[in-house]
C-alpha cells in the first residue's frame, strides 16, 4: 500500500476526536486506507455496509446495532445507512473517548442536515483525494505549501521531466484502480 498523506492527520483526529468521517469520491483508497489501519491497530473492528446482512441489521434496529458494536470500529460506506448517525452520537454522549468511530462515505453527510447536526462538535472530517504525484513517487510535496507560504520557488520544488512523462502523469491520473491496469 502507498503511504497516504492524509494518514497523520487521522492519527492526530483519532487522539482528540470521538469520530473521525473519512471523505472521498469512490475509488479514492478508503477501505484500503481503513483496513491497513485495521493492521496497525487490530483493536479496531472493521465493518462495511457494502456486507448485506451488516446493513440490514443497522438499517432495521440501528440503536441496537450501535450498542452492540465493540468499540474502537470502523464502519465503511456509511452513507448507506444514514439511520445510525443519531445513535451513534447518543454513543458518544455518553463515552466521549477519542477514536471510537472511524467513518467512511463518499456522500457528504454535511449536505443532510440530520446527519450534520448529529455528530457537530463530535466528528472530525477528513477528504481522501486521490493519490498525488508525490504519493505515488513515495515523496513529499513542497510545491503547494511553497505557492501558500508565498516562499520563492526555488531548485527542487519543481523537478523537470519531460512531455511525455508530463502526458503520462495526467493520463493515469490518480485513482487507485487505474494504477494497476
Known amino acids: 500500500m502507498l503511504q497516504r498523506r492524509i494518514q497523520e492527520k487521522m492519527f492526530n483526529a483519532l487522539e482528540f476526536m470521538p469520530v473521525v468521517l473519512l471523505r472521498g469520491a469512490r475509488q479514492t483508497g478508503k477501505t484500503t486506507l481503513t483496513k491497513f489501519l485495521c493492521t496497525m491497530f487490530p483493536e479496531y473492528t472493521y465493518l462495511t455496509f457494502d456486507h448485506l446482512p451488516t446493513l440490514v441489521a443497522a438499517k432495521n434496529d440501528p440503536i441496537d446495532f450501535i450498542v452492540r458494536l465493540k468499540k474502537p470500529v470502523i464502519l465503511d460506506e456509511v452513507q448507506r445507512v444514514p439511520e445510525i448517525f443519531l445513535p451513534i452520537k447518543s454513543d458518544v454522549d455518553e463515552n466521549r473517548q477519542p477514536g471510537r468511530y472511524i467513518l467512511t462515505g463518499s456522500a457528504d453527510p454535511l449536505l443532510i442536515p440530520k446527519l450534520g447536526d448529529s455528530l457537530a462538535g463530535r466528528m472530525r472530517l477528513l477528504n481522501l483525494w486521490p493519490l498525488s504525484q508525490g504519493e505515488l513517487a513515495g515523496t513529499k510535496e513542497i510545491f503547494v505549501d511553497h505557492i501558500f507560504d508565498r516562499k520563492p520557488l526555488e531548485t527542487g520544488v519543481i523537478s523537470k521531466i ?20
Open 162 to 181: 519531460s512531455k511525455d512523462n508530463l502526458l503520462d502523469r495526467i493520463l493515469q491520473g490518480g485513482y487507485p484502480s487505474v494504477m494497476t491496469m
